[in-house]
């Protein structure tokens, strides 16, 4: 649910893209577990909701960073 909330609040504030935000913003949700998957073997990752707010706080709330990273 976090996730398609920041979706939303993203395509509110700038372009409209639709379901292209939620790709990108689980590209960005993704990034430091993709980076990492290598040390990573045989763990389990989590993403709930403080995730999420950690990963995204920023980018969604600041309508500059949106426009340039998703």
Request: no cysteine; net charge negative.
């Amino acid at each position: 649910k976090k996730i398609a909330e920041a979706a939303f609040r993203v395509n509110e504030k700038t372009e409209n893209i639709g379901a292209r935000r939620l790709h990108t913003v689980m590209e960005r949700l993704m990034d430091k577990i993709s980076f990492n998957a290598s040390d990573m073997d045989g763990q389990t990752v989590n993403i709930d909701a403080a995730y999420v707010s950690e990963a995204l706080g920023d980018v969604v709330e600041n309508e500059d960073l949106s426009r340039f990273i998703l």
